[in-house]
Every structure is written in C-alpha cells, then in structure tokens.
C-alpha cells in the first residue's frame, strides 16, 4: 500500500514531467503522498453569481456569468496587453485584461461563449475590470448547484507557468478518484466514535473538495486533531521510553541542601520556587532520568532553583554543570554561585571561550579526578577533551540558543548513568507551544517574583514627547540611577528609516555631556563588548546604548530606565526580555516605549499590551495569537513545528483534547502492541518512517 502513494506525480494523469519538476521545485510536492497532503488554504464560495451593476469597489472576489464579446491586443512588448469586452446577461460590460500569456489566451478564449469568469474587481475611470481572471466554460449544473473552489499556496513561477488554482486542483481531484480506497484509517475506531471525526477518507476529499461549509468544519477538525495527536504521541511516547529505559542519579542526601537553608539562603523562597524543587526532588529520587523544563519570568529566581538542584547531586557524590549562551551570562552566574558554594565548601569554576589553555588543563584533570564539582560555562563546555569524573545534573539555561546535537553532547558526558536535565527558559511559552516544542519535557512553572520586587511601570511615547523624556532621564541619572537605550539597527539603512545606534549615541552624548556613556552592540568582539558591559555594571558609565544584544545579558541592580527606540519594530517576547534588564534592584524603575506616531494594528496591540501587564505568560500569548507558533519556536524548533493544518494559536482545544488521548493510550499500551491501536502503529510504521520523527532528541 504503501508504494502507491510513493508514486511520483509525473505518472499522474495530466501532470507530466515538466509540471512534475516545477511542483517539485516550488511546492516540494514529489509524490501523491505530498500532493493530497497539500491542502488548500481557503476556499472561496462560488454559489453567488453575480451581475455587474451588483459590484462594489471593496469585494474581495466576484463570480459572473457571460460572455467576451471582443478582443483587442493593445501596445507592444513591455506594455502589451490583450483586452476583453466582457457582457452580463443582463447586457452591462466590462473589461477583462491579460498582461501575460497573450498568445495562449487568444487560442484558447471563445468569443461570444459563455463563461462563468472569476477575479477582484477594479473601479478605474468610472468602470470596472478584472485583470488575469479565471474562466471557466458555464454548464447549467454548476449554476444550480454552486461549489466551494480550493484556494492552494501557489508561487508566481507556477502561475506564470499556467499552474492555477484550477489546475492543481484539477491533479489532486484526479488523484483522489484513483487513491480514495487507499486512504487508510489511523485511528482507533473509539477515538473516532468519542469524538464524531468524519472518516479519513471523507475528511480528506472533503477538505479539498468541500460540498458544504459544515462538511469543511468537519474534515478540519478531523484531519487537525490527527496531526496533533502524532506529535504529541511520538513525544510522549519518548517521554515515557525516558524513563522507563534511562536510569538517573538517585539524590537521598541532602546534607548540602539542609545546610544552605539553615545558614545562607539570602532570602525566603516564593511558594512557585518552593513547589518547583519538590516537583524536582520527587524526579530526583525516583531513580530514572529527571528531563525538567523550568519555565520562569524574567527576574523569578530560576538559577537559585537551579543551584538548589546542583546542591542535591552534589550531596550524593556526583557533579553538576550549567551552560549559558553568552560568556557574560555565564560569568553571571558563577559569580553569583560562588559566594554560596565557597560558604558550603563546594568547587566551582568557570570556562568559557577566554579561559586559558593552562587553566583548562589544571580544570579537566579536577574534572576527571571528581574535585571539581559544579562547572559553569558556555558553548565551551561542549568540547570532547571537557570529561567528568561522574556527571550527575545538566542545567541548560535559554534552551532555545542551544542545538539538539549540542546538548545530547552534554548528556553523552556519563556514559554509565544519564545526568539528570534541567532546562530553563526565561522566555515564558503558551502552554500549547510548550506542550509541542516541549512535549517530552516535564514543565514546572515559576509564576511568582521575589518579595519586594517592584513592578516596571512602562510608557508608550511618540517622537514628539523626545524632549520630556529625555528630562525624565536626566532626574533618573540625578538620583544615581543607570539607563539602558535600545536601537533596532546598528548602521543607517537607505531602505529602512529606523534609528539607528550610531545616530543615537551622537544624539545622546550632545544631550547627556556630563555623563559617561558605553556603547555595545552584535558587530563588537566579544572581548569589546564583555569590556563595555563591565564599565556599565561597575558604574564607570550612566548610560548603556545597545542593539538587542542585551536582551540576555548582565544584571545590573542600578538601572532603573530602559528606553527601547522604534519600539514598533520588535516582537512583543524581545520587547518584554528587554524590559526585563531593569526592575532587578530595590528602586522603582521604568521601561519607555518610544515610536513614530504612524503604527500598525499589530504593533497598537503590542505597546498596549506591554503598557498594561508585567505577566510574561500573559504576553506570551498575545505573541501567539499575533505571530503564530512558527514564528515564535523559531528555526532551530521548525522540524517540530511544521504544521500542515493545524494552528496552536487557534486549536488549543484541540491540541489538549489530542494528548489526553496520546496519554491515555501510552498509559495502557506504551508501545502500541494492542489489537485497537493497530491503525496507530501501521500509519506509524508505513507513513511516518523518518527516522527522526521517533528518535529526536527534544
């Protein structure tokens, strides 16, 4: 069965080689399997036959019946055009033009035939046209009966090529009367009766070929609660082979633990923290691989929650690592760990890509002799000749700046037993994002911040209130404060009128000349920017102007303003992390949104929303409901996240309904042996045998 839809689509009728190359090319459609997966992303109702007196300058398409009475080619070459004198049944005319494919329309195009012609109308000088419409020779039947036509994504080459609408939908109508019997089922027959799917049979003719709206809603919700089920089967499934293949480090001791609660914890933990280390200690002890995403706000306490966990393996013998994506971050953290891990007598050190080569001997052979027990660091620590005595906990913090074959590198380090893995993500993700780019991963939650943290009240200004908030600046620079200003671009672009950092950094030295000003963005060495970034946190400088490479970067308790300039030009997630530089000290502090006053309906929503709420998982979702997960998961997620038709903006329902099921089953049949989930394990094996979709590692 599984050949036939191997089939590559030059055999099929109508297609030939030529078309079957440029589909290739441009829709990545190879086989009838990748043609009947190409769905259409809309239709158009095509009941209503309009007449031309009917027509409105702001209709999206029409549909009318009539005929071309004449045709006229008009100019030559570049500005060659065939005009068509189109006639209503009711006599009212119009144009219908071609600029392309002249000859070819001027064969084919009967004159006073009736057709039934479809396009966007246009009102031009006091008359209506419809440039490159579709015709189609009229039959009575389709007048009675009407039709929802399949809207598919197609690229200019196609249509230029004579590859419309018509025609592909033409090739998968073919397709279907020949592959219907070999749509296979793939859910179990009480899945399909709990829920009242259509078969996979009709939902995927109807999803093409829809003969009502309601059959369309039931093709759409079918065949998108089977593509989400998959995705959350395969990673659930890896999720439970984990644990019950993967053996971890067993943490009963907890001496270290107990000492650093009684003596030197520098504050009272919030109930999230408290909940997510006992949500940690029960994966801890429970003798199998601990695989944790710890989700927090910015400024929520997730690297104390991390020390903490090292704290636990540390007790029990075994050794811990933390990687950050930048050196500065990763200095961060060691110097903010060290106090506490001198205090407890523990080891700690840091590598990074400046650590010297004398320095790293001495540090891998504390290593590999067990002396050295918590290293912190960067991509650095990735490198073979990096080896552990006995590596017993990998925290990974900004999961998503790290690669899938990165981080199994850190896992390999213990070939005897699987470190335990903490991820962390200061990044808050819709829970049905992270229930898909982290599925496999169990999710804890820190939605608390510290005692005593105050909220960043945040402003939206226009240009025109520069010189008041360059005042406001002044005051806060007055009381000892620091201020962070964040540009979209580094150099001045022709195409593109955003400020950018050179400009600004001119504009603010003549407007601050008392203060010392550092300036950091992506096209310093690190070394220069790791420089600048000292200065500013040791208060040498008052002013940090910067691109957005300080959106992850150093804690400075001081600054109490961030500025962020063309505010307009950033995602809402970017924006929020950078607001998330200030508000880390006991003072008040602010984040100005500044912008030009023209804006965009989206961009309106984004300063709205980060005007009225400090909620990183509030933003989260508006950032889903405005971008879509494919843009949010980013590209080092984009296998995950190739959806065919399924929305996580719009199917969250759907998506949590699909794993309770996937749950459900794997609960009682973890490896699909059973008689009832036989559709599940042949579609599985015949139609989804990439190796990579039941082996990635998450």
């Known amino acids: 069965m599984s050949n036939f839809w191997e089939t590559r689509i030059e055999y ?140 598919y994504n197609l690229t200019e080459k196609l249509k230029k090529r004579f590859i419309t609408n018509k025609v592909l939908a033409t090739f998968v109508r073919n397709l279907i ?80 633990l107990t000492e650093f609660y009684a003596k030197y914890l520098p504050f009272e933990l919030t109930n999230a923290q408290k909940r997510v280390c006992k949500e940690v200690h029960q994966d801890m002890t429970s003798g199998r691989q601990m695989n944790r995403l710890i989700q927090g706000d910015v400024g929520s306490g997730k690297t104390m929650v991390a020390f903490i966990c090292m704290l636990m393996v540390v007790s029990n013998g075994s050794q811990a690592c933390m990687v950050a994506p930048t050196e500065i971050l990763a200095e961060q953290h060691y110097e903010g760990l060290k106090v506490f891990a001198d205090k407890l007598g523990v080891t700690i050190d840091l590598l990074t890509g400046s650590t010297r080569q004398r320095d790293r001997r001495v540090m891998n052979e504390r290593l590999m002799n067990g002396n050295l027990k918590i290293l912190i660091g960067t991509h650095a620590l990735f490198e073979d000749k990096v080896q552990f005595e006995n590596l017993g906990l990998c925290v990974i913090d900004e999961q998503h700046r790290f690669g899938v074959q990165q981080r199994a590198k850190l896992w390999q380090k213990n070939p005897v037993l699987a470190p335990h893995i903490l991820v962390m993500t200061a990044t808050p993700i819709p829970r049905t994002l992270a229930m898909t780019l982290y599925g496999d991963l169990d999710v804890s939650v820190i939605d608390e911040l510290p005692a005593g943290r105050k909220p960043i009240i945040t402003a939206h200004r226009y240009e025109s209130a520069r010189l008041r908030v360059f005042e406001f600046m002044r005051e806060e620079l007055k009381k000892g404060r620091q201020i962070y200003i964040v540009y979209p671009l580094i150099e001045e672009s022709e195409k593109l009128s955003y400020k950018n950092i050179m400009d600004g950094y001119e504009s603010i030295s003549r407007a601050f000349p008392e203060y010392f000003i550092s300036m950091v963005h992506g096209q310093l060495s690190s070394v220069d920017k790791d420089f600048e970034m000292q200065r500013f946190k040791n208060m040498e400088t008052q002013i940090m102007v910067a691109t957005t490479v300080i959106e992850v970067g150093v804690n400075v308790p001081n600054a109490s303003v961030m500025v962020i300039e063309n505010a307009e030009k950033f995602g809402l997630s970017q924006l929020h992390q950078l607001r998330g530089r200030v508000g880390r000290g006991a003072e008040q502090s602010y984040c100005v949104l500044m912008t030009e006053s023209k804006l965009s309906a989206d961009a309106r929503v984004r300063l709205e929303t980060m005007e009225r709420t400090n909620n990183g998982f509030e933003i989260a979702d508006v950032d889903l409901s405005l971008r879509g997960a494919g843009d949010i998961a980013g590209t080092q997620q984009s296998g995950v996240i190739d959806l065919v038709i399924a929305d996580l903006a719009k199917d969250a329902i759907i998506l949590q309904e699909a794993r309770k099921t996937a749950d459900e089953i794997l609960e009682k049949d973890t490896y699909l042996e059973s008689e009832e989930n036989l559709p599940i394990k042949n579609y599985i094996t015949t139609y989804q045998k990439q190796a990579s979709f039941w082996s990635r590692i998450s």
């Open 177 to 256: 009367n020949i592959a219907y019997n070999h749509i296979e089922e793939n859910l179990p027959n009480w899945i399909i009766q709990k829920y009242r799917f259509a078969s996979r049979q009709n939902a995927i003719y109807q999803i093409h070929f829809p003969q009502s709206p309601e059959w369309l809603n039931h093709a759409k919700r079918r065949l998108k609660f089977e593509e989400l089920f998959f995705i959350q089967l395969r990673l659930l499934k890896q999720n439970k082979v984990q644990k019950i293949q993967n053996a971890g480090l067993i943490c009963e001791k907890l001496d270290l």
């Open 12 to 151: 099929l009728k109508g297609v030939g080689t030529q078309k079957a190359d440029l589909l290739n090319k441009e829709l990545k459609i190879i086989d009838y399997k990748s043609l009947i997966q190409y769905f259409p992303f809309r239709h158009e109702d095509r009941t209503k036959i309009y007449t031309i007196n009917e027509l409105t300058p702001d209709m999206p398409y029409v549909q009318l019946r009539g005929k071309v009475m004449q045709m006229e080619v008009i100019g030559e070459d570049a500005k060659k055009r065939l005009v068509g004198n189109f006639v209503d049944n009711e006599g009212n005319t119009m144009q219908l033009l071609w600029f392309q494919g002249v000859s070819w329309i001027m064969k084919t195009l009967k004159v006073e035939t009736e057709y039934l012609v479809f396009g966007v109308p246009q009102f031009y000088n006091g008359r209506y046209s419809i440039v490159h419409p579709e015709l189609e020779l009229f039959t009575s039947a389709e007048e009675q009966t009407g039709f929802l036509q399949p809207i």
